[in-house]
């Protein structure tokens, strides 16, 4: 199963995690997140990363150019949308970006929004569930109702995120079984500062999975 600890910030915590188990990394290029890195500052957290770990970038409602500058310069392997792209917007930056692993976040609050997940297959690799939460866009340590997932098998991979934590985390996967798992807050100490003992606890309890 694939793993991603998103909202890193610190270059020296980027080889520890990915050591620690990570399959991939999340960069927040998000202005208004208390996790936001600079193009300079994810240059300096990928450097050191070898190949087979998956760089993602992530932007909310950025442009097309943005996006892919920030990709170019910053040897991301992925990018993941975190806000209101459409499918319209996903297929014209995958003309652009060819090569590049698109990752479409939605925020679902209920089943009619799950539904909504359909409209993206076409157009992206990877599907990410995420919270609602009404002011933020991610991050928020809020949980999905994983009931609502049980039956949730798209087409396409996906990852599961929201409020997933070390304590949390068999539970959700004994319930439903994604592709991937995504977390953020409930492996930090505070916004962008990676507690690796929680990451650690994380990897170790995955182990039983
Ligand atoms: O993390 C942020 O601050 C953020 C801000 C704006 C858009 C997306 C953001 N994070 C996206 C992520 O991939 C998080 O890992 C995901 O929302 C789960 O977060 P958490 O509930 O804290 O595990």
């Known amino acids: 199963m694939r793993v991603k600890i ?5 270059p020296q915590q980027s080889l520890a995690i990915a050591n620690l188990g990570a399959t991939a990394l999340g960069f ?4 208004t997140s208390p996790r936001y890195v600079t193009i300079e500052q994810i240059q300096a957290a990928v450097a050191p ?3 087979h770990i998956d760089k993602i970038g992530v932007f909310a409602n950025s442009s097309i150019l943005q996006i ?3 990709v170019q310069t910053s040897n991301l392997t992925g ?17 652009i970006l060819p090569n590049i692993e698109i990752i479409k976040a939605l925020r ?10 359909a409209n993206y297959i076409d157009y992206v690799d990877t ?3 995420d919270a609602y939460h009404p002011q933020q866009l991610g991050g928020t340590g809020k949980t999905l109702d994983w009931e609502m997932l049980q039956a949730y ?16 985390i068999l539970t959700a996967l004994s319930q439903i079984h994604p592709d991937g798992i995504d977390l953020s807050s409930g492996v930090e100490r505070s916004p962008g500062d990676k507690d690796l003992d929680k990451v650690e606890l994380l990897f170790a309890r995955l182990k039983s999975v």
């Open 79 to 95: 990018v993941q949308l975190h806000g209101d792209e459409t499918p319209e917007f996903c297929d014209q930056l995958r003309q």
């Open 153 to 168: 098998k798209p087409s396409r991979p996906w990852f599961l995120a929201g409020g997933l934590t070390p304590d949390n």
């Open 6 to 10: 998103c909202g890193i910030t610190q």
């Open 49 to 51: 990363l070898p190949d």
């Open 68 to 70: 892919s500058e920030t």
């Open 28 to 31: 927040i290029c998000v202005p």
């Open 108 to 117: 679902v609050r209920n089943l009619q929004q799950l539904e909504t997940t």
């Open 127 to 129: 599907l990410l569930l």
